[in-house]
């Protein structure tokens, strides 16, 4: 069986819609139930500590892990801003 396109492929697809039954569309919305946000890791003077001893006193991404006891990826997300990102040391 020669492949020549996406013809034959496009005829399964349709074939298949045509064997679908009708959906309701009178049921009710399902509710999705948010997720609770996690609980914030540090406050957020402790944020804008860890980015001050980062930025201005050159600590190292495994030194403020272990001073806050977070995981490397956290702090390094942290550092680079993808987390908390509104929260800038001052200069």
Known sequence: MAMHGFGGYVGRVLGRLGQLKSIDTQSKPLKVK???RPPCK???E???EARTLHEQQGWTIPQIADKYKLRLQYVRAMLN???RSKLIPKQ
């Open 46 to 48: 402790q944020v804008i």
């Open 34 to 36: 948010k997720q609770p």
């Open 42 to 44: 540090l406050t957020d």
């Open 81 to 83: 801003y993808e987390v």
